[in-house]
């Protein structure tokens, strides 16, 4: 088993920036992918960034490309998702994901998932 435990949530304002953080504790292999994901209100949960540990590739959504970055400490066992220039439609839960080797956008293919962090960003 994985456990997954976000940090870094909270309320900004448009064009602010965030950084959130995944610890990942337990169980834990170093040929997987990690992804955010975030489910803004009223809406299904969506694809954010992926990244496969072993090889540092990363994969991002359109919406977010350019703004967002997503990163690993190794040594920590923790991934990161740096969020610039915020708009009021990144508003949502984010949250982090994990799962065998590859990334893909597809959330059910995730096998551990955090708590989720909110993230409010105000016009």
């Known amino acids: 088993q994985v456990q997954l435990v976000e940090s870094g949530g909270g309320s900004v304002q448009a064009g602010g920036s965030l950084r959130l953080s995944c610890a990942a504790s337990?169980?834990?292999?170093?040929?997987?992918?990690m992804g955010w994901f975030r489910q803004p209100p009223g809406k299904e949960r969506e694809f954010v960034a992926g990244i496969r540990w072993s090889s540092g590739s990363t994969y991002y959504a359109d919406s977010v490309k350019g703004r967002f970055t997503i990163s690993r400490d190794n040594a920590k066992n923790t991934v990161y998702l740096q969020m610039n220039s915020l708009k009021p439609e990144d508003t949502a839960v984010y949250y982090c994901?994990?799962?065998?080797?590859?990334?893909?956008?597809?959330?059910?293919?995730?096998?551990?998932w955090g708590q989720g962090t909110q993230v409010t960003v105000s016009s």
């Open positions: 994901a994990s799962r065998y080797m590859f990334i893909t956008t597809e959330a059910r293919k995730y096998d551990y």
């Open positions: 337990g169980r834990t292999f170093s040929d997987y992918a």
